[in-house]
């Protein structure tokens, strides 16, 4: 079965300090990779995704991935955590090249970035 | 620039009372979705649409009825609010032609079935 897993649940880091947050998947094909995050009370917001090329794509924040096809992950990074990235964050892929009808989502990864 | 609109934000419900969550977005985006996030649970697809008259199930549409009459609107319905459709629900469009799989989320909507 197809399937998206961000193996921690959460995630502390001290401010100033780089983070990262994990996400490997299990599916056929070449998918596209997304990350999303959500503050308290509020929607999802896209940070970033992979297509092809570079295996490290930069998105919204400060925030970037990396794209392991070998190892099959697409863990999310920043060099230096801000209190405010205070978050969720949900690993999603799509398995069938861009049909995001199929959207396959992480179960999440709480960040507290503490001061 | 309003984005994806839901209504309402909150709606506490009786057993076996019916409601719509009202959706609309401004984007003239194509594809439309609903989705509830549970705790522990992550989301789940319940409905979406690629067009104006066209629906389909996503992973757990049951209890839910959805139309798509225009390209700006999408609503949810509950016919027979069940204490399992406790969540927070979220609309989100996403543009057809771009294929980036990049969707736009509304504030969602918190639903409480007593």
């Known amino acids: 079965a197809q399937s998206v897993a961000q193996p921690e649940d959460q995630v502390n880091v001290a401010e100033g300090n780089p983070l990262t947050v994990k996400c490997t998947y299990s599916?056929?094909?070449?998918?596209?990779l997304f990350w999303y995050v959500q503050y308290p009370n509020r929607g999802l917001q896209f940070l970033l995704k992979?297509?092809?090329?570079d295996n490290l794509v930069k998105g919204s924040y400060g925030f970037e991935a990396e794209f392991n096809k070998s190892q099959t992950s697409f863990h999310l990074k920043k060099p230096s955590a801000l209190v405010s990235d205070s978050a969720l964050y949900f690993c999603a892929v799509s398995p069938n090249a861009g049909n995001n009808r199929k959207l396959i989502w992480g179960l999440g990864t709480s960040l507290a970035v503490n001061p | 620039n309003a984005g994806v609109t839901q209504t309402p934000k909150f709606q506490v419900l009786k057993t076996g009372q019916s409601m719509t969550l009202q959706c609309a977005q401004d984007m003239n985006h194509e594809y439309m979705s609903w989705y509830r996030q549970d705790p522990g649970m992550g989301l789940r697809l319940i409905h979406y649409s690629v067009g104006a008259g066209i629906t389909d199930q996503g992973e757990v549409p049951n209890g839910y009825n959805v139309s798509r009459s225009t390209t700006e609107d999408f609503p949810l319905r509950l016919l027979s609010a069940a204490p399992s459709q406790t969540s927070v629900y979220f609309c989100a469009s996403s543009s057809k032609s771009g294929l980036t799989g990049e969707l736009f989320f509304g504030e969602g909507s918190r639903l409480t079935v007593l």
């Open positions: 599916v056929s094909g070449n998918p596209y």
């Open positions: 992979y297509i092809t090329g």
